[in-house]
């Protein structure tokens, strides 16, 4: 190759296909670089390009009026360049109007009322289920237009309003149906949200959320269905997916892009930067604080909607455990299982640092609490009385032991770490649960000619 002249730019461009030298013109543009390395390498599709430090360069724009020289290195990627996980700031406009955050509370409502009015149709005439699926579905369809300050918020709202309709549609009285027609319900709203997901991109984490869960619901109870299991069983089992997830979410929230991780300038050793005269001493890359926020305010993004998704199966899933579980040893096995998920919820919400996220997990926690507490006071029978009064007064003094803990330094090193303990011995004790819940246990026990 010819070195570089007073109108050329030798460059070294890292894509996956290996590394290339280019020479091109000073004006050239990033899209003429990419298609040169694409014609040279013998990539099917032209890259988009980067700098050593992540920030993308637009392929109208000359090279050398970004401050691209001779010597420099670019990374090539042919990633799809998505908006909501991308690592650069979201495109911001001088007095754009913005929805408040407390706009997010309307939404909030509106969906409630969409599950609400599903579950009042539910049973109703002929008539009304007909009008509430029309308005249902006609909310679901005025929700995707993308018009309007708070169109990203009703994007997030309109898999509600659709699986709302479908609920309503597939309902059927029969408990071993019902978890045929949540998961179906399920499966509509993750429909809905990946078209919402396709017109505006901007909520892209918690859309894709509500298609991750939707998914994950359809596939337990239509695989429960089919393969004829009994209406606990998906119950349990989506309730200790809840539990797991709440554990697990945190470690994938967060995507680092590699250009972040690899110091580019330290491998770059070719023909280019081994001829050119080093001007100063190599330092080190740095990060954009905006890259940094960015990745974030994805994370975060992610890990409160999986919160929310979280609080929505739990609160779903507990209950109809506990009132489908009507055998003894069964209904002991569902009351352990749900009161050792919201023990290990409770402790997993310790460990966020997020505080909405943090909330939802022990308002999730204490769902399962109150489920196996409205369980128990049901069932009680005459004569329960001291005992209930005994598990009231443990009750008392184990609140007014932990506040006085909490007020002589229950965050410490020591108090965190007997809390991880707990976490893992419920989090343990709750998949273990799950035999006795689902009737494994004493199938097996029946099977070997016991009397339960």
Known sequence: MAAATGGSLALSVHGPLGVLDLLVPA??????????YAEQSGLAAVPVLYTRLGQHLQPDVALADVGIGTGAVLVATTEVQRLGGSVLPRETHPGEDRPGPLSVLWFAGAVMTAVLAAWFARSGSDTRREATVVLLVVA???????????????LLAVPAFAGSAAFVLAWDPQPARIPTVLG??????????????????????????????GVAVFAVTGLAALLGFPPRVPWALLLVAAMLAARFVPGFAVDVPDQYLIDLERLAVNAWS????????????????????????RGTRIVTAYAVAILAVTSVSAPLLLGTATLSLDRMGARCLVLLCGCSLVLAGRSYRH?????????????????VLVAALTSLRSGAGTPLAGIAITTAVAVLVAAVATGRGWRSAWWSRRAEI???????????????????????????????
């Open 355 to 371: 505080a909405a996220a943090r909330a939802l997990l022990r308002a999730a926690g204490l769902v399962c609490w109150s489920a």
């Open 27 to 36: 004006g050239a543009a990033a899209t003429d670089v990419a298609r040169e």
């Open 422 to 452: 707990a976490e893992a011995l419920c989090g343990s004790a709750a998949v273990a649960s799950v035999l006795v819940a689902t009737g494994v246990f004493r199938a097996v026990w029946e099977s070997i000619h016991i009397q339960v």
């Open 274 to 297: 081994a001829r050119e005269r080093a001007t100063g001493r190599r330092g080190r890359s740095v990060v954009p604080p905006s890259a940094v926020a960015t990745v974030a305010a």
């Open 140 to 154: 679901a369809v005025l929700g995707v237009l993308p018009l309007g300050r708070y169109a990203a918020h009703r």
């Open 184 to 213: 179906v319900a399920a499966l509509v709203a993750a429909v809905a949200a990946a078209v919402a997901r396709t017109v505006d991109r901007r909520n892209e984490e918690a859309l894709q959320v509500w298609v991750t869960v």
